[in-house]
């Protein structure tokens, strides 16, 4: 199975670490957003053409004025999770469908006046993250950039009660909101604590509370691959940090059970990256919108000499990555989403659309938002690849 969560522009997030969770817990448990009309979503009869092009896939309709938000959807064993939006303004609402009948149950904010920021799913529990917006107060003194809460629940999926796992301890800027990744039987996160470290959180479906794993000097970018192993990406020690490239450090998280640890892997590039097996794939060029993936092996030293890999994605930079398959690798940007296939690139296909949502990938599945450019229902499609 993969799991995979697009950093589509947005890198991983930082956050205060929240203290008293345990009384923030007995403080929200049994409080829910309201619990809507359950509905049923119709399988679309014909998929336009910028998705269509993409390959043969299902598509579901949603109700007029309404559409998947930004940050995408989700699959978990059967079931799409999504923050959905109403007249493309702020998601308010979380949709949970069972896509082998369309059944939909659907959610309102947890908390009153905060938007639903992402839903991810590890086995039959889905984790709902809900951010408060600046015009919604509560920032008083900072900037626009500068004044999101946010607020992590655990709610299992035929429930209609969450319960708080984590929230901010102060408001802080748009980037720290938590970016949570799964490979559908755990989550991870990382957040920052007073101290000035950087932990990182593993949670299992049903568990009170999240396990630290791990404390890092600095926040970087987390990855769960298909069998369970943990990544971090981060800055190396006393590399500059700039908007082109810099040296990366890539060090797999030691967790619970008998793992093999990869060594450190370093290498030149942006914060966009992917494991598969015993390699990982990252764009090693700097933003300007040209340049190739490259897949080099893990444990692999930057300035080796040692030769990888390039795969030319066939859209403009920058971009984020994920392999769906051994052979057939997701990139998408703002300017379209392409499936490479590295076994016959002449079955390389490719969007341009801009109306797509930033495309997730799971158990070997592509899930994307479309919202058509004249008044047509808003569909959510997914492309089952073997």
């Not at 490479?340 to 799971?362: C, F, G, H, N, W």
Request: glycine residues 10%; contains cysteine; negative net charge.
């Amino acid at each position: 199975m993969r799991y995979r969560a697009l950093r589509s522009l947005v890198l991983l997030s930082v956050v205060m670490l929240v203290s008293g969770l345990t009384a923030c817990q007995s403080q929200h448990d049994g409080e829910s957003g309201d619990s809507l009309e359950d509905i049923t979503l119709s399988k679309a009869s014909v998929l336009p053409p910028d998705l269509d092009v993409l390959g043969s896939g299902q598509a579901w309709e949603l109700p007029s004025g309404r559409s998947v938000a930004g940050s995408g959807a989700r699959q978990v064993g059967h079931y799409l999770l999504m923050p959905v939006d109403a007249d493309h303004v702020q998601a308010t609402q979380t949709w949970v469908m069972d896509m082998k009948t369309g059944a939909t149950r659907r959610y309102a904010s947890i908390d009153e006046g905060w938007i639903e920021n992402m839903a991810i799913g590890a086995g039959d529990w889905m984790l709902r993250s809900e951010v408060m917006d600046p015009s919604s107060g509560g920032c008083t003194g900072a900037d626009e950039d500068g004044c999101y809460s946010w607020r992590l629940y655990a709610q299992p999926l035929d429930s209609t009660t969450p319960r708080l796992l984590a929230e901010s301890q102060k408001p802080g800027r748009r980037a720290s909101v938590p970016s949570l990744v799964t490979d559908g039987r755990q989550i991870g996160w990382q957040q920052g604590d007073a101290s000035g470290r950087y932990p990182i959180y593993r949670w299992e479906p049903g568990a009170r509370t999240a396990d630290v794993v791990a404390e890092r000097d600095q926040p970087g970018a987390l990855e769960f691959t298909d069998d369970g192993r943990l990544f971090v990406l981060e800055t190396a020690p006393g590399a500059e940090v700039t908007d082109t490239v810099y040296l990366k450090s890539l060090t797999q998280i030691r967790l619970p059970g008998p793992k093999q640890i990869a060594p450190v892997t370093t290498f030149l590039g942006l914060m966009y990256y992917d494991v598969i097996g015993q390699t990982v794939t990252y764009f090693p060029q700097a933003g300007d919108g040209h340049g190739n993936w490259l897949t080099v092996p893990l444990g692999s030293k930057a300035g080796t000499g040692r030769q990888g890999e390039l795969i030319n994605p066939g859209i403009d930079g920058p971009y984020a990555a994920a392999w769906i398959t051994d052979t057939k690798l997701l990139s998408s940007s703002a300017t379209g989403t392409t499936v490479y296939d590295l076994k016959d690139p002449a079955l390389t296909v490719t969007s341009e659309s801009t109306d797509l949502t930033t495309a997730r990938v799971s158990n070997g599945s592509v899930v994307i938002g479309y919202q058509p450019p004249d008044d047509g229902p808003a569909l959510v499609y997914v492309k089952k690849y073997d």
